[in-house]
């Protein structure tokens, strides 16, 4: 089974900026995408942004401009840069990868807390 870990949370101010990593122990040449959920209480996990073989990037409207996905192939990482942030961006940030997109498997990390302050 595929392993995700992911780090850099932690707190920030409004406008601040945090940058959240996801380390897999395979190489991510054999992702299909690669993602970053959020959750919060009392609301259903949410896409934030994804990347997927080669480099197309989405993300949910409310973070456009301000987050970037991006992936290391080197370090088997995936970034999340998160800059002018929000008191809204709070949540757990999770680390999403689907392998293959014509099969069901997909793998989560088990969460990186942010929490943003006004």
């Known amino acids: 089974q595929v392993q995700l870990v992911e780090s850099g949370g932690g707190l920030a101010q409004a406008g601040g900026s945090l940058r959240l990593s996801c380390t897999a122990a395979?190489?991510?040449?054999?992702?299909?995408?690669m993602g970053w959920y959020r959750q919060t209480p009392g609301k259903e996990r949410g896409l934030i942004a994804a990347?997927?073989?080669?480099?197309?990037?989405d993300y949910e409207d409310s973070v456009k401009g301000r987050f970037t996905i991006s992936r290391d192939l080197e370090a088997n990482t995936v970034y999340l840069q998160m800059e002018s942030l929000k008191p809204d961006d709070t949540g757990v940030y999770f680390c999403?990868?689907?392998?293959?997109?014509?099969?069901?498997?997909?793998?989560w990390g088990r969460g990186a807390q942010v929490t943003v302050s006004s």
């Open positions: 999403y990868t689907k392998p293959n997109p014509y099969l069901e498997n997909e793998y």
């Open positions: 395979i190489s991510l040449r054999s992702m299909f995408i």
């Open positions: 990347i997927k073989r080669g480099d197309v990037t």
